[in-house]
């Protein structure tokens, strides 16, 4: 394009076709010039990457862990799950749970226990019907008019199926909807599934990863993500 604003574009034809076969050369920087996020704070620096080792294997969930039947009774108990969240379920969320079932969401993805660290939820049976109890309570002010929440489960992979319990990875988003505010939460579910008398599926644990963790909130979570 010239760089006179004034003069018109050629049109189309053997006159103009010459110019497009003309080479055009751009010329990159040599690299040492800082753009984007260093230009405004020439101290930042990106995120560590996580190593491999940590990460879970993709390929792993490429295979079900056993039957198709099995895949959909895993998917229909975490849909089960968000469905119960949403309509305020408590007790019946609780049920899904095996006694000794343990909700735990983690301040960073790489904590492998709640014990000798701080966590955002680490919550036994006990420690859920005394939460259920508190957001049921009349005088609950977390539960106030127009709060509500919209789960979405997908990415549901069984990584290994055993004899004594099932583990599954999966990935959600919860918009939560509070008087004239909306708040997003997202991450992964990590479940480790056994059954019960009745060959039942429960939940022995299920750990919560929020992408967003760390970021800054008006207010605390109020119940179950």
Do not use: C
Not at 119 to 130: N, T, Y
Not at 142 to 153: D, G, I, K, R, Y
Not at 208 to 225: E, H, K, M, R, T
């Amino acid at each position: 394009m010239s760089q006179d604003k004034d003069r018109s574009l050629p049109s189309a034809g053997p006159d103009f076709e010459h110019l497009l076969a003309q080479a055009v050369v751009i010329e990159a920087g040599s690299g040492d010039e800082r753009t984007g996020a260093q230009v405004i704070a020439p101290d930042h620096s990106p995120r560590t990457p996580v190593a491999e080792s940590s990460a879970p294997s993709l390929r792993a969930g490429l295979r079900v862990g056993g039957s198709a039947d099995l895949q959909r009774e895993v998917e229909q108990l975490l849909y089960l799950q968000a469905e119960l969240l949403d309509a305020k379920q408590w007790q019946a969320w609780i049920d899904l749970f095996d006694p000794q079932g343990v909700y735990w969401m983690p301040v960073q993805r790489e904590q492998t226990e709640w014990e000798g660290s701080p966590s955002i939820f680490a919550e036994d049976k006990l420690m859920m019907e005394i939460r259920k109890n508190r957001v049921t309570h009349p005088n609950a002010w977390s539960q106030a008019p127009m709060w509500e929440t919209n789960h979405l489960v997908s990415h549901v992979a069984i990584e290994s199926a055993g004899d004594n319990a099932i583990q599954v990875r999966s990935r959600f988003h919860m918009m939560e909807l509070r008087r004239d505010t909306v708040r997003h939460f997202g991450g992964s579910y990590r479940h480790t599934l056994v059954r019960d008398a009745g060959g039942a599926l429960r939940i022995r644990l299920q750990r919560v990863d929020l992408f967003n963790g760390q970021a800054p909130y008006d207010y605390v979570l109020q119940i179950w993500v």
